[in-house]
């Protein structure tokens, strides 16, 4: 038979296409509008889905093969991990207290990102983007996995994980993470895929996963570190997604350009406002340091964002507005928020600490514009109340931003001494805000952040305590019911860590597994 | 810094999460599977309502019909989390990859009667779009569904689908060449033979509730097509027609099917098992659709066995009879 010899050899590139966007026709039975309801009201304009290039060209068999092979290594180092009781080998036991954060700020984000790109994936019409959403949807499973049974070791020994599902939705500086990514989701597709594909995934991903991962390998938490950089490698592909997201749309129409820069801008803010949990982590958190927030900021975003954004100027795209004021923030950021972690930490699922000296020394080097001005005082004063048994905690409630829900401890830009107050009046009622920039946010979409479950709120009106409270009843502990509502431990997962059992689990077990028998 | 531990035991403050200790009512170790599943999906404090779907929460029971009073009661047999799900598709893809290997490498695709080729070709083909869309079908159920169980499986599912899309894809550049994929399509979207499928698929499209579309799609639809085409038209009657190369091809399709029924009928026979309301919900649904999917997929079954067709299908139907009243529901 000849046909063999007439057979059409297919390039790379062609044998992609066949295998996933020919395989989409344009319907006649039903109304594309009906199939695809959720791709006009944003505005954005696409006039021709073939016009996306494919960021990468992974078939399924493909992607099988490689992604059980990884799992493979992984589930191995996980094992062994837990089996050679690996967390003993942490520089100590204050680091922990980083993957709490990590499993109950971070983790749930990865699943709320797997119904994400689900929903992204099944709203666009284009068929090169569908596959490519699908995939990550995909890929996003395996990171909460991965996450959940790296970590379910740690939870088996210390506190302050046991409750992560229940915890991310209801403690107030976790509502920070889920509302971030509760605004993206509930956004239209295209602006989904800009929030969390390009401005998350792309621009700012080094700020989070690196010094979480990284700061891992510096204080020999090899399971950590293990899910950290097999993700990575799923990342490069959600990364390369993010870019040719902003090019297609920007591509496809100059109309596009407008709100795609509002999306850049307010989406930057808003993972910004997040990592406020990483630079106290990176700063105060992580017994061996990597390197400081501030020297994070200025390489991965203003050096390698700087030439992304001027790259992207061909588009139109202008650095986010925000810049200048993170700029101005950097010196003050990881402080103020460790300070005000340190006082509310009655109501805190992992433990705070005074810096020790040699700390401290590295924060003043680290910032030495800001630390010894402003922040070492306050240290200093903690210290000495401490040493007199006043271990200092606020157990009143912080205001809240209305939409970065973070508390009103930021500073004015230009004043660190002067807390930043914002406000608006909206259909007879005031809200709060951190910034310009969340005040912004807010004033684009009132009826969206009006409706925001800011947990300081919902104690105030008493939905924060369990059922059958009676808060009018003599002696009511309002803090001690929230705290019961949350499951929080208290004297367990929350305090300081100078006398936690954490300190002394750790302590005891080390020194049973580094004894001479 | 790497200290020398000795290996010492020491007594575990808990087994597993609180989430998952509150749902088996103690606190054990547990499987992988159940402790990357069970309550991962956030049930209440929603902060925003979807621009793109006011009327519910992100998560929101009442975009389906069905009622569960535990939405994880959906499990699925294979404790499919991501890692046991993408081994036990990666052994799979080997021996897809062997096969192919097979038949290319000792040119068995010369050897096949002419007929059984062309006719291979005219039916598999088109079921590449048929297969896209299932991928999209699972995508909505993914997203929309209510519980981490469903669309845990859902996402799994639909990417299966997108790789038997591809697998078909192959079979057709194999048996046939670039153009065979041009002509498959060229009938999907043209030739009557197609319409009814097609318009099934379509229509199913804008199925909203999102258990309806697992119903329409992986109980109905699939439920038919695959033990009409794979088990019965390819490894029976291709393969007594000197086609069994072909069976070989889609060994990946029928193992694939029979594999993922076992996730299909335990969550329908929970959902039915649930309530008289959830069983005569589903039965409405499998009521509009069964009918339908059985006469789209006549005129694609006599592509291959013309006149045999009705008979065929009917067989089909008996077993796919039996299986809805393992679930409990009726044909
Ligand atoms: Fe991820
Ligand atoms: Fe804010």
Redesign the pocket.
């Known amino acids: 038979m000849d046909m063999q010899v007439a057979k059409k050899k297919l390039g790379l590139k062609e044998k992609y296409q066949v295998m996933t966007r020919d395989l989409d026709w344009t319907p006649t039975y039903q109304k594309m509008e009906d199939i695809y309801p959720y791709v006009q009201y944003e505005g954005i304009k696409i006039h021709d889905w073939d016009r996306w290039e494919d960021p990468f060209r992974l078939t399924m068999d493909a992607y099988w093969k490689y992604q059980a092979e990884k799992e493979k290594k992984l589930y191995a180092i996980i094992d062994a991990y837990a089996q050679n009781n690996g967390h003993l080998n942490v520089t100590d036991a204050r680091y922990i207290n980083t993957v709490k954060l990590f499993l109950t700020g971070v983790s749930p ?2 699943y709320m ?1 797997h119904r994400g790109f689900a929903h992204v994936g099944r709203a666009f019409p284009g068929p090169g983007p569908r596959v490519a959403c699908l995939m ?1 949807s995909l ?2 499973m ?3 996995q991965t996450q959940v049974h790296a970590i379910s070791n740690y939870n088996k020994y210390y506190n302050g994980f046991h409750d992560f599902r229940k915890w991310h939705d209801r403690v107030w500086y976790l509502s920070v993470p889920k509302s971030f990514f509760d605004d993206a989701i509930t956004a239209g597709p295209f602006e989904f895929i800009v929030a969390i594909g390009f401005s998350f ?1 792309y621009v700012l991903t080094n700020l989070l ?1 690196v010094p979480f991962v990284s700061g891992a390998a510096y204080n020999g938490d090899m399971g950590t570190m293990a899910y950290g950089f097999s ?1 990575q490698s ?2 490069a592909r ?1 990364m390369t997604l993010g870019l040719e997201v902003i090019k297609f749309i920007l591509e496809q129409d100059p109309a596009n350009l407008p709100i795609v820069q509002r999306w850049i801008d307010k989406w930057t803010w808003r993972g910004y406002r997040v990592l406020t949990l990483v630079a106290m982590m990176m700063d105060y958190m992580l017994p061996k340091r990597t390197m400081s927030w501030k020297e994070a900021w200025e390489i991965y975003f203003e050096e390698n964002g700087g030439a992304l954004f001027r790259d992207l100027a061909r588009y139109g795209i202008r650095m986010p507005k925000c810049a200048e004021t993170i700029a101005f923030e950097k010196d003050h950021l990881s402080h103020q928020a460790w300070c005000t972690f340190y006082n509310y930490t009655a109501a805190t699922a992992f433990h705070t600490w005074l810096p020790n000296e040699d700390e401290m020394q590295w924060l003043s080097a680290k910032y030495p514009d800001s630390f010894d001005k402003y922040y070492r005082p306050r240290f200093d004063f903690w210290r000495e109340q401490a040493a007199k048994g006043n271990r200092f905690y606020n157990t009143t409630l912080p205001m809240l931003c209305q939409t970065c829900q973070v508390p009103l401890f930021f500073t004015e830009p230009g004043d660190p001494t002067k807390i930043c107050y914002r406000e608006t009046d909206y259909k007879g009622m005031k809200y709060h805000f951190c910034s310009d920039h969340c005040k912004e946010i807010f004033e684009h979409e009132p009826e969206k952040y009006v409706q925001a479950w800011l947990p300081v709120h919902q104690i105030y009106q008493g939905n924060c305590f369990p059922e059958g409270t009676d808060p009018t009843a003599e002696g009511f502990d309002p803090l001690k019911a929230v705290l019961q509502w949350y499951n929080i431990i208290h004297g367990r997962d929350n305090l300081d860590f100078e006398g936690s059992e954490d300190q002394r689990n750790f302590a005891a077990w080390r020194a049973q597994a580094t004894r001479n028998v | 810094m790497q200290i020398d531990l000795r290996t010492v035991t020491i007594k575990p403050l808990r087994q597993t999460f609180d989430h998952i200790a509150r749902y088996l009512g103690t606190d054990k170790p547990v499987s992988r599977y159940l402790e990357g599943s069970l309550g991962i999906q956030p049930k209440d404090v929603f902060h925003y309502r979807p621009t793109w779907d006011p009327e519910h929460e992100i998560f929101d029971v009442r975009r389906t019909k069905i009622r569960m009073k535990d939405w994880d009661a959906l499990k699925d047999p294979r404790q499919f989390y991501y890692g046991a799900y993408t081994s036990a598709r990666a052994r799979q893809q080997d021996t897809a990859e062997a096969n192919f290997d097979f038949v290319e490498s000792r040119g068995l695709v010369e050897t096949l009667p002419e007929d059984v080729r062309q006719a291979a070709v005219a039916l598999l083909v088109p079921l590449r779009h048929v297969a896209w869309g299932a991928n999209m079908n699972n995508a909505a159920v993914c997203a929309y569904a209510y519980g981490g169980m469903t669309a845990q499986a859902a996402i799994y599912q639909s990417m299966d689908q997108l790789g038997i899309a591809q697998y078909l894809t192959r079979i057709g550049l194999l048996l046939g060449d670039v153009e065979s994929l041009a002509a498959g399509k060229q009938a999907w979207t043209n030739d009557p033979v197609w319409q009814p499928l097609r318009r099934y698929v379509e229509d199913s499209f804008v199925v909203k509730d999102p258990f309806e579309l697992h119903t329409v799609q992986n109980l109905v639809l699939d439920g038919l097509l695959y033990p009409l085409v794979y088990d019965t038209i390819i490894d029976q009657i291709f393969a007594a027609r000197g086609g069994a190369a072909i069976a070989m091809l889609t060994q990946f399709m029928t193992q694939w099917s029979a594999e993922t029924r076992k996730w299909v009928d335990a969550t329908m026979k929970a959902i039915v098992a649930e309530s008289e309301e959830n069983r005569t919900v589903v039965q409405d649904w499998v009521d509009a659709w069964l009918p339908r999917a059985k006469e789209a997929l006549l005129p694609v079954a006599a592509i291959a066995v013309s006149e045999q067709a009705p008979a065929l299908l009917d067989e089909v139907m008996e077993g796919f009879a039996q299986r809805l009243a393992k679930i409990g529901l009726s044909a």
């Open positions: 984000l990865e990102a990550q890929d996003e395996r990171h909460f995934e996963f993700a799923d990342e959600h």
